[in-house]
């Protein structure tokens, strides 16, 4: 099973029909996409609008609607997940692309979101979640690319590129210099 994941509000600026017509394209267009699943945690004024989308286009097996989680809770989401999703049209900066990349989920991050500053090569993907087939291909490369390492079977490792520590004692070294 490759799992994609959301977590946020179901709010208009979250894009997120735009993301069920993304992986409906890839369902339809790949063969192995039997084992691939959509995961959207949280809640919000689309949750019906969303769900109707969803089994309107044949993927109500595939996408599901747990509902929001915080805490231990929201980490065993993310340490389901082989990735992240970040759809924003606009978002400041997307606190949950560090949480993912903190439980090492590999994170695709719209070009509109702060936290696309995040995203290397080796832990995800900046794309134009605008842009209909930038976001396919993105989502497909995301779900073909999705397989553990053997290491990662049992723990992963966190894909954040900077440690908390690291910034400070950068911030520390600029202050302290003259």
């Given at each position: 099973?490759?799992?994609g994941?959301?977590?946020?509000?179901?709010?208009?600026v979250?894009?997120?029909?735009?993301?069920?017509?993304?992986?409906?394209?890839?369902?339809?267009?790949?063969?192995?996409?039997?084992?691939?699943?959509?995961?959207?945690?949280?809640?919000?004024?689309q949750?019906?609008?969303?769900?109707?989308?969803?089994?309107?286009?044949?993927?109500?097996?595939?996408?599901?609607?747990?509902?929001?989680?915080?805490?231990?809770?929201?980490?065993?989401?993310y340490?389901?997940?082989?990735?992240?999703?970040?759809?924003?049209?606009?978002?400041?900066?997307?606190?949950?692309?560090?949480?993912?990349l903190?439980?090492?989920?590999?994170?695709m991050?719209?070009?509109?979101?702060?936290?696309?500053e995040?995203i290397?090569?080796?832990?995800?993907?900046?794309?134009?979640?605008?842009?209909a087939?930038?976001?396919?291909?993105?989502?497909?490369?995301?779900?073909?690319?999705?397989?553990?390492?053997?290491?990662?079977?049992?723990?992963?490792?966190?894909?954040?590129?900077?440690?908390?520590?690291?910034?400070?004692?950068?911030?520390?070294?600029?202050?302290?210099?003259?």
């Amino acid at each position: 099973m490759k799992v994609g994941l959301f977590v946020g509000r179901f709010v208009d600026v979250k894009n997120l029909p735009a993301l069920l017509e993304a992986f409906r394209r890839v369902c339809e267009r790949n063969a192995a996409a039997a084992n691939y699943r959509l995961v959207l945690v949280g809640s919000g004024e689309q949750a019906s609008r969303l769900q109707a989308q969803a089994a309107a286009a044949g993927l109500a097996d595939r996408v599901i609607f747990p509902g929001a989680f915080t805490g231990q809770d929201l980490w065993a989401w993310y340490a389901t997940a082989d990735f992240l999703v970040l759809c924003s049209s606009s978002e400041a900066f997307g606190a949950v692309v560090n949480e993912a990349l903190l439980g090492g989920c590999r994170a695709m991050v719209s070009t509109y979101a702060g936290a696309r500053e995040l995203i290397g090569r080796d832990n995800g993907k900046v794309f134009d979640a605008l842009n209909a087939e930038d976001f396919y291909t993105t989502l497909q490369q995301a779900y073909a690319s999705a397989a553990p390492t053997p290491a990662e079977a049992f723990e992963r490792p966190s894909r954040m590129p900077i440690s908390f520590t690291e910034r400070i004692e950068a911030l520390s070294r600029f202050l302290l210099s003259d």
